[in-house]
């Protein structure tokens, strides 16, 4: 089975930026419907951001304007570009994977259920 690697989580200050990079062992696992999802202590994962087959991409409210989701198929990589970092960010971050194609309308990238393949997460923490 396909498996997925987060990196590129760490501490920094508000206002700074991180990338977060995951990656993937093969390319079925990258070129379906992917997503980053945010869980902060004591509560639920979220999903902040999906991309699906065609490249189009979708964010929560709470990050639009301040991440990019990405993929490099390439690489068999997806990336989340974090800009203006807050404190409210502070989350442990994971990347999963969905076997289908097209997941942006309605609240399908939403569901966490539909995710098959999950990532062992990256630690962001932001201080004030």
């Known amino acids: 089975q396909a498996q997925l690697e987060e990196s590129g989580g760490g501490s920094v200050q508000s206002g700074g930026s991180l990338r977060l990079s995951c990656a993937a062992s093969e390319y079925s696992a990258v070129r379906n419907c992917m997503a980053w999802f945010q869980q902060p202590p004591g509560k639920s994962r979220e999903a902040v951001a999906a991309i699906d087959s065609a490249g189009s991409t979708i964010y929560a409210d709470s990050v639009k304007g301040r991440f990019t989701i990405s993929r490099e198929n390439t690489k068999n990589t997806l990336y989340l570009q974090m800009n203006s970092l807050k404190p409210e960010d502070t989350a442990m971050y994971y990347c999963?994977?969905?076997?289908?194609?097209?997941?942006?309308?309605?609240?399908?990238?939403?569901?966490?259920?539909?995710?098959?393949?999950w990532g062992q997460g990256t630690q962001v923490t932001v201080s004030s």
């Open positions: 999963a994977s969905m076997a289908r194609s097209w997941c942006l309308a309605g609240s399908t990238w939403l569901a966490t259920y539909l995710y098959d393949l």
